[in-house]
């Protein structure tokens, strides 16, 4: 697995980094880029040569000052990652250069830390939010506030839609971790419904017997994140798994906050957005 790890040097971005290390302990041959794009620009009273020379010893002293500081964060931690790398970007245009970064180092995930008082309720406007939308890497969105822990359990939350794709593609990042995995439908046509029992079908199969679905009737008198929000609580799940339609405004139509819901759970619990 290798995961590329964007960061700001803030105390904020650090969580990234902690769960980073904390995934390496459990899955064996993880590597990561620690990566951090920054805006540069050249004055109007230099040359290009000299601008560039300037550019060239610029990015030198900051991607050891980058490693610095991830050596200092992560210390003995460091040792369960199978390689580092550590980049440095002068780019006009953070996100995008994170996505670019991504796929140049062939990474399967992109791991950010979150700032806020909650991540779902935070990502409208933020880069983790231009990231999810648009991002055709997975993303691992971390509060910035969360204290690594082993993965002991991963709540998926599901449509049964392209169930199978889905569980797959899950299946590439769970590796593995040793961890509980429950499958939470919200059947809108009814639990007893033959169409919502058809797809639930699919999760007998000998291959997911590790998995535990959990469907459970829409109730129209509270709102699906208000639903989630309890059974999070509830749960108390160490990962929440998310599937967008990244073009048609899913992810905000489905997380923008409501009145009633602070989604406050979210300052605790991680969440990895996989592009449907």
């Not at 490693?67 to 440095?88: A, D, F, N, P, R």
């Not at 009814?190 to 919502?196: A, L, R, Y």
């Not at 609580?233 to 798994?241: M, Q, S």
């Amino acid at each position: 697995m290798k995961i590329l790890v964007p960061t700001d040097f803030s105390d904020n971005s650090k969580a990234a980094l902690f769960f980073a290390a904390s995934l390496a302990k459990e899955i064996p041959n993880t590597a990561v880029v620690f990566y951090s794009a920054v805006t540069l620009m050249q004055p109007d009273t230099w040359n290009l040569s000299f601008y560039q020379e300037y550019e060239k010893e610029e990015k030198k002293r900051l991607t050891q000052s980058l490693e610095k500081w991830v050596k200092s964060t992560l210390g003995s931690q460091l040792k369960y990652l199978s390689s580092c790398k550590y980049q440095i970007d002068f780019v006009p245009g953070t996100e995008q250069a994170i996505i670019k970064a991504s796929l140049k180092n062939k990474c399967q995930f992109i791991c950010i830390a979150t700032n806020g008082a909650g991540v779902l309720r935070k990502l409208m406007g933020t880069h983790t939010a231009y990231l999810v939308n648009h991002s055709p890497v997975p993303v691992l969105a971390i509060p910035s506030k969360y204290k690594a822990s082993p993965l002991q359990s991963i709540l998926y939350v599901s449509d049964f839609e392209n169930l199978n794709n889905e569980l797959k593609k899950i299946s590439s990042f769970t590796g593995t971790l040793k961890a509980n995995i429950k499958v939470l439908h919200y059947a809108r046509m009814g639990v007893n419904h033959p169409e919502t029992k058809k797809k639930a079908a699919l999760l007998e199969q000998e291959k997911y017997q590790h998995i535990t679905p959990v469907i459970l009737p829409t109730h129209l008198e509270s709102s699906l994140i208000e639903r989630l929000t309890k059974f999070i609580r509830k749960e108390k799940p160490g990962l929440v798994v998310l599937f967008t339609k990244q073009k048609k405004g899913f992810f905000e139509r489905l997380f923008l906050p409501s009145k009633s819901a602070e989604l406050t759970y979210s300052t605790k619990v991680p969440t990895l957005i996989f592009p449907k």
